[in-house]
């Protein structure tokens, strides 16, 4: 059974940082792209950054260029999230995303607050 557990989220005040979680498990992770994806209220859920099974990054340069770091430990299977300089309009519930055989595969999320 395909699992992934996004933690990590919290309160916290602007140009704070904060790391973000996801364990991934019941599939060769490995071998997997794997992504963050977020959504604040009332909009669409929007790609953040992905990394590739060998570690290689993908961010989303329009929004998170420069402030948040993907990044990987197969032997863990987990994925991390590192958010700086974190603004109000970061906040939104992060997921975690893989995709296997085509279909997207997505935890319960992670609520981010940016708040002063």
């Known amino acids: 059974q395909v699992q992934l557990v996004e933690s990590g989220g919290g309160l916290v005040q602007p140009g704070g940082s904060l790391t973000l979680y996801c364990a991934a498990s019941g599939f060769d992770f490995r071998s997997k792209l794997m992504s963050w994806y977020r959504q604040a209220p009332e909009k669409e859920r929007e790609f953040v950054a992905a990394?590739?099974?060998?570690?290689?990054?993908?961010p989303n340069k329009n929004s998170v260029k420069g402030r948040f770091t993907i990044s990987r430990d197969n032997d863990k299977s987990m994925v991390y999230l590192q958010m700086n300089n974190l603004a109000p309009e970061d906040a939104a519930v992060y997921y975690c995303?893989?995709?296997?055989?085509?279909?997207?595969?997505w935890g319960k999320g992670t609520l981010v607050t940016v708040s002063s």
């Open positions: 990394i590739s099974p060998a570690g290689t990054q993908i």
């Open positions: 995303e893989a995709i296997l055989d085509g279909t997207p595969y």
